[in-house]
């Protein structure tokens, strides 16, 4: 089955600067890459996707990348902000349209 | 609307307990997942259905069972649960099950078993 690897596991970060999240996967079948926010008690926001037929993909701050031959898929967030603080997942999406997430990254920005 | 709403949002419950979780949305979605989160974890999946049919269940005990009586609603019947079993449970929705479809959360239910 898929296997998704995420790093870093947490990310502090000055506000304004930016914040960069790795994900690799391990399914050359996967051809839907969606990133999800989770705040504290809440449930996983999609704030970005991206298919396999794209290399990258921006909305306002948050743009994604995705390197088909080498499976890695990256997340950007540029001039942070406080609340961008939250748990980040990658997941990748194969067969049955089963998410399967990467380990979260905690990121912390610091006012 | 990506609303897919979730009863109860917390449930307390003894290991010889039956209860169930709800879960609805109104967005013409035929596809309905049952996932679960433990604290600072991913979330998991547990089952998918596809047009009101079990399509996928990963090896979940039967400790737990999902019904889906028409394609808004779907259950999870639990019974018999252990304190392990105590996790967030998340209901998803996409508008059909082919890869590639969005997948929007429930906020979810809290389940404490005692």
């Known amino acids: 089955g898929e296997n998704v690897e995420q790093h870093p596991s947490t990310l502090s970060v000055q506000e304004g600067d930016s914040a960069v999240i790795k994900c690799t996967y391990s399914?050359?079948?996967?051809?839907?890459f969606p990133w999800y926010k989770q705040e504290l008690g809440k449930r996983p926001q999609l704030i970005i996707d991206i298919r396999s037929n794209v290399g990258e993909k921006k909305d306002q701050r948050i743009a994604v990348t995705l390197n088909k031959t080498a499976k890695h898929f990256s997340l950007h967030i540029t001039e942070t902000q406080p609340e961008d603080s939250a748990v980040y997942f990658c997941?990748?999406?194969?067969?049955?349209?089963?998410?399967?997430f990467g380990g979260g990254t905690r990121v912390l920005v610091k006012p | 609307d990506t609303e897919v709403t979730q009863t109860p949002k917390h449930l307390v419950m003894g290991m010889t307990n039956k209860k169930s979780l709800k879960c609805e949305q109104h967005m013409g979605h035929r596809a309905m997942y049952w996932y679960k989160q433990k604290a600072k974890k991913p979330p998991e999946l547990m089952f998918v259905?596809?047009?009101?049919?079990?399509?996928i269940n990963e090896s979940v005990p039967s400790r737990f069972s999902p019904e889906c009586p028409n394609s808004s609603l779907l259950n999870l019947h639990l019974h018999a649960l252990q304190p392990e079993d105590s996790a967030l449970y998340l209901c998803?929705?996409?508008?059909?099950?082919?890869?590639?479809?969005?997948?929007?959360f429930g906020e979810g239910s809290w389940l404490t078993v005692v």
């Open positions: 259905y596809s047009y009101e049919k079990l399509s």
């Open positions: 399914d050359s079948a996967s051809n839907y």
């Open positions: 997941a990748a999406v194969a067969a049955g349209n089963k998410l399967t």
């Open positions: 998803a929705s996409s508008l059909g099950s082919g890869n590639g479809n969005t997948i929007y």
